[in-house]
Nanobody, 122 residues
Framework: QVQLVESGGGLVQAGGSLRLSCAASGRTSSTYAMGWFRQAPGKEREFVAAITWSGGMTIYADSVKGRFTISRDNAKRTVYLQMNSLKPEDTAVYYC???????????????WGQGTQVTISS
């Protein structure tokens, strides 16, 4: 089992920045990639970004390219999502996920965190 705990959410004004963290514990050696997803009220969960533990390969959703950066600290088994130039449409619950492949779809991830709320005011 892998446990994931997100932190760093909050309320910021449009144009501001936030950094989310996801601390992984347990059998993290069984995971290959870490991803961030988000879900706004009434909408489906959507992919944001993902990164591999080894090599640091990354993929991003088009909607966040150039504004968000995903990174990882292998020693701390922690993944970060730096979010800049935030927009009201970025408002959502952000979830961290761990999986065995680097993909942009929820079924590719086996473990999920509890989520952290990000609210962007206009």
């Amino acid at each position: 089992q892998v446990q994931l705990v997100e932190s760093g959410g909050g309320l910021v004004q449009a144009g501001g920045s936030l950094r989310l963290s996801c601390a992984a514990s347990g059998r993290t050696s069984s995971t290959y990639a870490m991803g961030w997803f988000r879900q706004a009220p009434g909408k489906e969960r959507e992919f944001v970004a993902a990164i591999t533990w080894s090599g640091g390969m990354t993929i991003y959703a088009d909607s966040v390219k150039g504004r968000f950066t995903i990174s990882r600290d292998n020693a701390k088994r922690t993944v970060y999502l730096q979010m800049n130039s935030l927009k009201p449409e970025d408002t959502a619950v952000y979830y961290c996920a761990a999986g065995s492949v680097l993909v942009n779809k929820p079924p590719g991830y086996n473990y999920w965190g509890q989520g952290t709320q990000v609210t962007i005011s206009s």
